[in-house]
């Protein structure tokens, strides 16, 4: 079946410690994006990939980091400079450029806990 | 001020309830509006789409935007437990950037 896989869907960390999220789509999807969802606050984006080798900050990027060097993969790492990074963390996709207007398609999400 | 205002909740209703969830925005330019569905501890899913003004229905479910108050509404007639969940509004531009809101949890009870 066609989806976004995230991995793991649970993290633990030690303060200190970076850690890398993974997302993989087999859906033949130009851009992908990486989102943080906090209770109360909604979905804030980190960054977006509109094209293979190529990505953008978002509204939240620092201590974060990401690369885009296949269609199907857009990996986050969540570095030790992130200063609350415990919280809910969403992939998602869509076809078209980043500018399409269309769906975004998300995976089940990676919940991080820093220790 | 926020882009896009939610009211989180929760709120809680008996089932076969009529529903209104509800989202104020800012930005005049935006002219697509989503409604996502999340499931608790799950990727949010598109449950509703719209373009500028006016009514969408699809089953039980009524997006209604209007854009001279920045106004945007889900309604859910005859709920149902399974639409416990958390309904986030998400507007956009011809950007293609989706703003979300904080998200609604609702809760129905059988």
């Known amino acids: 079946d066609g989806g976004i896989t995230q991995s793991p869907k649970y993290l633990f960390r030690k303060e200190g410690q970076n850690v890398t999220l993974s997302c993989e789509q087999n859906?033949?999807?130009?851009?992908m994006y990486w989102y943080r969802q906090d209770p109360g606050q909604g979905l804030r984006l980190i960054y977006y990939?509109?094209?293979?080798?190529?990505?953008q900050k978002g509204d939240i990027a620092e201590g974060y980091s990401v690369s885009r060097e296949k269609k199907e993969s857009f990996p986050l790492t969540v570095t030790s400079a992130q200063k609350n990074p415990t919280a809910f963390y969403l992939c998602?996709?869509?076809?078209?450029?980043?500018?399409?207007?269309?769906?975004?398609?998300f995976g089940e999400g990676s919940r991080l806990t820093v220790l | 001020q926020k882009e896009v205002e939610q009211d989180p909740g929760p709120l809680s209703v008996p089932e076969g309830a009529i529903v209104s969830l509800n989202c104020t925005y800012s930005n005049s330019a935006f002219q697509y509006f989503m409604w996502y569905r999340q499931y608790s501890r799950k990727g949010p899913e598109l449950l509703m789409y719209?373009?500028?003004?006016g009514n969408k229905e699809d089953g039980r479910f009524t997006a209604q935007v209007d854009k001279s108050s920045k106004y945007i509404s889900l309604f859910i007639r005859d709920s149902q437990p399974s639409d416990s969940a958390t309904y986030l509004c998400?507007?956009?531009?011809?950007?293609?950037?989706?703003?979300f809101g904080q998200g609604t949890t609702l809760q129905v009870k059988p």
């Open positions: 998602a996709s869509k076809p078209g450029g980043g500018g399409n207007t269309g769906e975004l398609f």
């Open positions: 719209t373009y500028s003004s």
């Open positions: 998400a507007p956009s531009s011809n950007t293609g950037k989706l703003i």
């Open positions: 859906l033949n999807h130009d851009a």
């Open positions: 990939s509109q094209i293979v080798n190529d990505f």
